[in-house]
């Protein structure tokens, strides 16, 4: 059973607030990502960090932020949410050794921006 | 840069018959080829995956896949549906250029159940 965390599980917040999206995991993965989810389409990786202080953009474009200050910890952040930003959030986290490669994911959070 | 393809966005079998769902990928080497599950307002659950080693990979709740490279080819069969079976099913292909670490994902196959 994966632990993977992810607060809160469904959002709905007006135009220009600032929001938090929280990611937590116990497994002592090194790795973690950020995917956004539209219904009926595929996951797009948005956000990933192969370890403390690190942070790359991945292939889709977003206004959202992430950081990494501690191993199990990857919030996103957007400063000012619009009706674009709507969708659902899957975070994922990885073990870099061992050979496994499989990513596990939280439950996801649905953002709806009013 | 790695694609995946899933044919067929929803997909219908009656209970107790043979689930196929499809997935091609384009790689120019060898990736490794993941699938998963996703039950309504969850996350996704790894079913299988293959990385190296015997092509035919058996994964949890009787799912297994075969993996042929000549086909560029990744199909996830069960031999008898059960109603719990009826989730959204996504392929996954790896980046070798990224250490395998970064995914790439179709779709998503939609599978129903028919009682």
């Known amino acids: 059973e994966a632990d993977i965390y992810q607060t809160p599980r469904y959002l709905v917040i007006g135009t220009g607030k600032k929001i938090t999206l929280e990611c937590s995991q116990t497994?002592?993965?090194?790795?973690m990502y950020w995917y956004q989810q539209d219904p009926g389409m595929e996951l797009h990786l948005i956000h990933y960090?192969?370890?403390?202080?690190?942070?790359e953009k991945g292939d889709l474009s977003s206004e959202s932020t992430v950081s990494r200050i501690r191993t199990e910890h990857f919030p996103l952040t957007l400063e000012s949410a619009r009706p674009s930003h709507t969708s659902q959030y899957l975070c994922?986290?990885?073990?870099?050794?061992?050979?496994?490669?499989?990513?596990?994911f939280g439950p996801g959070t649905r953002l709806t921006v009013t | 840069a790695q694609s995946v393809t899933q044919l067929g966005s929803h997909v219908s079998v009656s209970e107790g018959a043979l689930v196929l769902l499809r997935c091609n990928y384009s790689?120019?080497?060898?990736?490794?080829l993941f699938w998963y599950v996703q039950y309504p307002n969850q996350g996704l659950q790894l079913l299988l995956k293959?990385?190296?080693?015997?092509?035919l990979v058996k994964g949890i709740n009787g799912f297994e896949a075969e993996f042929k490279k000549s086909e560029t080819s990744f199909h996830l069969t069960k031999p008898s549906a059960h109603m719990s079976d009826a989730a959204e099913y996504f392929c996954?292909?790896?980046?070798?250029?990224?250490?395998?670490?970064?995914?790439?994902f179709g779709t998503g196959t939609r599978l129903t159940i028919i009682p």
């Open positions: 994922a986290s990885s073990l870099s050794t061992g050979g496994r490669y499989e990513q596990y």
């Open positions: 497994m002592g993965h090194d790795k």
């Open positions: 960090s192969y370890g403390v202080n690190s942070t």
């Open positions: 790689s120019s080497v060898p990736p490794y």
């Open positions: 293959y990385t190296t080693g015997a092509t």
């Open positions: 996954a292909v790896s980046d070798p250029n990224f250490g395998n670490e970064k995914l790439t």
